[in-house]
Nanobody
């Protein structure tokens, strides 16, 4: 069984940065970050394969967000820069149950964390 625990969320001013972490226990494969803003559906943010050889990003977030991982720590990160109020959401970490490409589809991911709140506001 895989368990995922996100951390690093909080309140940040527009233009600021945050780095989210997702610590995993158990065997993970492709890992992704998704987010859900109030009143909206869950949105793909970024994903990275198990060996970190391939990544994928939502087109609208390329250049501001970066996903990385430390396999020794079984942890995946999301560096978020130049944040704006539209980035306010609960951010979720997820893992697939087998080797896959870094999918944008939430249905491809079997395991999910509880989420961490990111609020961008003055």
């Amino acid at each position: 069984q895989v368990q995922l625990v996100e951390s690093g969320g909080g309140l940040v001013q527009p233009g600021g940065s945050l780095k989210l972490s997702c610590a995993a226990s158990g065997r993970t494969f492709t890992m992704g970050w998704f987010r859900q803003a109030p009143g909206k559906g869950r949105e793909f943010v970024a994903a990275i394969t198990r060996a970190a050889t391939n990544t994928n990003y939502a087109d609208s977030l390329k250049g501001r967000f970066a996903i990385s991982k430390n396999n020794a720590k079984n942890t995946v990160y999301l560096q978020m820069n130049n944040l704006n109020p539209e980035d306010t959401a609960v951010y979720y970490c997820a893992s697939t149950a087998e080797y896959t490409t870094p999918s944008v589809a939430s249905s491809a991911y079997k395991y999910w964390g509880q989420g961490t709140q990111v609020t961008v506001s003055t």
